[in-house]
């Protein structure tokens, strides 16, 4: 049995795309297939799998996503981004789309031919001051939940980023993703601004269990901290990552985030079948 595939990016956050609408996998079977074809050495390789998958609440279709690792994801801002761009080439919705998520529903709209813009989840979770302890140091910290059940993020600055060591923060990462604050574990985002609503930005994701190259929608939840913190203004905010740079905007009210928008870029790597022979089907 051959599987059809699209492999995407956005911002260097890389998927692999399968269409259960065709192709009528069981939904069980989907986390082994994450696993295998995400594997970078020995299959395709990405961050992710997103399925796409019979509207089930009045959306233009279901998006079903899966870590390499096989957990479920919530929603993936940039896979988010991917799939529209997906859909809309596929004539599944039109360059305005509503898309289903584990997390609610989310909102897309297409730019150009390859950027796209979506109304990420709202926060429903936003604690500013949420410090953590890693072995004897206190570290700055806040948390935030997009959508329900919330996708958690930390929050968190880091002097000179840019030129720290690998191994360090990475250590640091997997300590915070993983700390005993966060009963579902947590996306960390670590931070420097780098001028006037200009921002580094390095994610270590829950479910790849390393850095990736962009995280959409801990770009969202870093900007929102920032923005309730007067830190940012919330509008045309630029976050330059690894694998490019993401745009957010942020609606305020009061102490409240009522809107999150993420724009940027989408990348059609690939498109083909999946011929691997581990592939258990």
């Given at each position: 049995m051959l599987l059809k595939f699209w492999k995407m990016n956005g911002a260097g956050n890389d998927f692999l795309v399968l269409n259960n609408l065709e192709e009528h996998l069981p939904v069980d079977r989907l986390p082994q297939i994450a696993r295998t074809l995400c594997e970078r050495r020995l299959s395709i390789g990405a961050d992710g799998l997103m399925v796409v998958d019979a509207p089930q609440a009045g959306g233009?279709?279901?998006?079903?996503?899966?870590?390499?690792?096989g957990s479920v994801g919530e929603m993936c801002g940039n896979g988010a981004r991917c799939i529209c761009r997906y859909g809309f080439e596929n004539g599944l919705a039109g360059e305005k789309q509503t898309v289903e998520t584990t997390a609610g529903i989310v909102t897309g709209q297409r730019?150009?031919?390859?950027?796209y813009r979506i109304r990420l989840n709202d926060p429903t979770t936003i604690q500013l001051d949420a410090a953590v302890e890693v072995d004897g140091v206190r570290y700055a910290c806040s948390y935030v939940e997009l959508g329900n059940p919330g996708l958690p993020h930390a929050v968190v600055p880091y002097h000179n980023l840019k030129n720290a060591?690998?191994?360090?923060?990475?250590?640091?990462?997997?300590?915070?993703?993983?700390h005993k604050s966060f009963p579902n574990g947590a996306n960390v985002n670590f931070y420097e601004m780098t001028g006037e609503d200009t921002i580094f930005e390095r994610t270590f994701e829950?479910?790849?269990?390393?850095?990736?190259y962009a995280c959409g929608t801990g770009t969202g939840s870093l900007v929102a901290v920032l923005t309730l913190q007067g830190k940012v203004s919330g509008h045309?905010?630029?976050?330059?990552?690894?694998?490019?740079?993401?745009?957010?905007?942020?609606e305020r009210e009061g102490s409240r985030i009522t809107a999150l928008y993420l724009t940027g870029p989408?990348?059609?790597?690939?498109?083909?079948?999946?011929?691997?022979e581990d592939l258990q089907l």
């Open positions: 233009d279709y279901r998006m079903l996503f899966y870590n390499s690792d730019i150009d031919r390859r950027r060591d690998e191994n360090e923060l990475r250590e640091l990462g997997r300590a915070i993703r993983w829950r479910g790849v269990e390393d850095f990736t045309d905010v630029k976050v330059d990552m690894t694998g490019g740079q993401l745009v957010i905007d942020a989408t990348n059609v790597v690939c498109k083909g079948e999946v011929t691997d």
